[in-house]
């Protein structure tokens, strides 16, 4: 398992726990003190993903730094298919980001209405959302390049 | 849809080769281990660059380690 492997797992890792701290934490919100369903899911779920942001930002800017400490002497760690399966995980990322912001925006129109206002933290909500999508779709692909192999040289 | 087929005799060159291990074959070449398994699985197809790099690693020219077998339908 290579470091782009290995960082696509952590991604994916770090996302699950989010989601799953972010569910208990919501829950908790609700029973303990009582909360509404939105009110306790905005308070719930802001500190995971925030963390998770976090987390991931960093591995992912940070890994190139550190294999540089375990890499041998002339181990050649990058090549073009890396550079191949990275590029064609941005294209799936974007194409999931963009899904999910329309997506997003139909099913809002269609539930609350197109003459309706919504609050302001809404937005933040489909900012993070669209990333999270990016970031799943990223690390799905990643792995499953490596796992399966490139569509490339195949028309 | 047709799918191009390349097979490649870089595993039974290596062993021809004094039994040439995939991560030297990769110092040689320029790529990475896992790229030379891939490589030789037939996951992956190399730009023209790196098949070239190959075959110079073998002292061979690119056809003897390549092969270009049509296209299959699927």
């Known amino acids: 398992m290579n470091k782009t492997q290995k960082v696509a797992w952590f991604q994916l890792i770090v996302i699950a726990l989010a989601a799953i701290a ?21 308070f719930g779920t802001i500190w995971p993903i925030i963390i998770c942001v976090f987390l991931v930002v960093f591995a992912t800017t940070f890994s190139k730094t550190f294999s540089k400490f375990y890499r041998k002497k002339g181990e050649i760690l990058f090549d073009e298919r890396d550079l191949l399966i990275q590029r064609q995980a941005s294209r799936f990322g974007y194409a999931a980001a963009f899904v999910f912001f329309v997506a997003s925006f139909i099913i809002t129109s269609k539930v609350v209405g197109m003459d309706t206002l919504i609050p302001a933290y809404w937005l933040a909500r489909f900012f993070l959302g669209g990333w999270l999508s990016m970031a799943v779709a990223h690390a799905i692909t990643i792995l499953v390049c490596y796992k399966f192999g490139l569509t490339n040289g195949k028309s | 849809m047709a799918k191009v087929k ?25 790529c990475t281990r896992q790229t030379i398994i891939a490589i030789e699985q037939g996951k992956y197809n190399p730009s023209l660059a790196l098949a070239f790099k190959i075959a110079r690693a073998f002292g061979k020219s690119i056809e003897e380690v390549f092969c270009y077998s049509g296209e299959s339908a699927e």
């Open chain 1, 22 to 42: 972010s569910v208990i934490n919501s829950f908790l919100y609700m029973h303990k003190y009582g909360y509404s369903f939105t009110k306790a899911w905005w």
């Open chain 2, 6 to 30: 390349f097979t490649n005799s870089i595993r039974r060159l290596r062993f021809e080769n004094n039994e040439m291990s995939q991560q030297d074959l990769a110092g040689k070449a320029g």
